[in-house]
């Protein structure tokens, strides 16, 4: 369906290099053939509203799959971290006394082939040294065990991050610039191999959806639906741990090219979408928008416009009236 709005009536002011349209008495009245619009006479016009344009912007639609996940609570990684490190500096107090030990024992060894100190001394620090190269031992199991574990709940990747003292993306979540999402995927699906970045929204809103990136898969699988699982950051908005979040994941294939429709260009009649487009003359089609796309921005047509056409962002809504106004047959043609 596709209307014009003819400019008898819409008077184009123009401020700086902003368009304006001006909608006078004869808007509210249509003219007899003989009448003059306020324009010709210099009266004022009684209604006034802006009318602002904007070109199109060229667009790439990614087929998409959907999942699920959530905000994961960080005490988890934090005890381990807390663990590691104790037991990182257990290891480093461990390491300092073996290696004390094994000097004496050194010194010890050579006093005793000068006949300086006795074999019992000797003995004594020899079941010293071997005492402390025990506990140094222990203290590397417990830091490999600690580890281990970690890896086995979140990949080696995130715990590598969180058992370095200054690691620079453990920072981000400590400090709270980053939170860490869990994505479980439907069964039998993998996450694309180029993937690196996805959309999340915790109200399942994809037009409000903020970019995460992936930081590694998950060791385990979704126990309820058995998919894999995936680590993302986000660092576009603060969630609560333990919220649920929509997912959007592209699906590997070509995009389909198309335009951005602004969400505020979009005006509602009978249940149907429309748009104005400003046409070469200077008139104002409107344009049905047969398929609502959420897309960046506002909606994404892959058919029917064009870049760089002018689509009304302000005013739209005025147009609509204007235009159901005039289909109203004037009381004087009755």
Request: aromatic share 6%.
């Amino acid at each position: 369906m596709h209307a014009l709005i003819p400019l008898a009536g819409l008077i184009l002011l123009f401020c700086g290099s902003a368009p304006y349209a001006a909608l006078d008495d004869d808007d509210i009245n249509p003219p007899s053939a003989s009448s003059r619009t306020p324009a010709q006479t210099g009266e004022p016009p009684r209604q006034t509203a802006g009318i602002e344009t904007q070109g199109l912007q060229a667009a790439v639609q990614q087929p998409e799959l959907s999942a699920y996940g959530s905000v994961i609570d960080l005490q988890p990684l934090l005890a381990l971290r807390q663990q590691f490190l104790a037991a990182q500096a257990s290891s480093d107090s461990a390491q300092a006394r073996y290696q004390e030990a094994d000097a004496n024992l050194s010194r010890t060894r050579q006093l005793h082939r000068q006949d300086i100190v006795s074999t019992r001394r000797l003995q004594e620090q020899q079941a010293q040294w071997r005492n402390d190269k025990a506990n140094l031992s222990t203290s590397s199991y417990q830091q490999q065990t600690i580890a281990a574990a970690g890896r086995l709940q979140w990949g080696d990747v995130l715990t590598g991050w969180f058992t370095q003292a200054d690691n620079p993306q453990a920072e981000q979540f400590l400090t709270h610039r980053g939170q860490l999402l869990q994505i479980s995927l439907p069964a039998n699906t993998r996450l694309p191999p180029e993937t690196r970045t996805i959309a999340v929204d915790d109200q399942g809103r994809r037009d409000h959806a903020v970019s995460a990136t992936l930081i590694s898969p998950a060791p385990q699988v979704d126990p309820v639906t058995q998919g894999e699982r995936y680590f993302f950051k986000t660092e576009g908005r603060p969630l609560p741990f333990g919220a649920r979040v929509s997912a959007w994941i592209p699906d590997g294939v070509p995009g389909t090219g198309g335009v951005t429709i602004p969400e505020n260009a979009v005006v509602w009649h009978l249940g149907q979408a429309f748009v104005y487009i400003k046409a070469e003359n200077g008139e104002f089609k409107r344009r049905l928008l047969a398929d609502i796309t959420p897309g960046n921005g506002g909606y994404f047509a892959a058919e029917g416009f064009k870049v760089g056409e002018d689509i009304v962002t302000r005013g739209a809504q005025t147009l609509l009236s204007q235009e159901l106004k005039n289909l109203i047959p004037s009381e004087d043609n009755d």
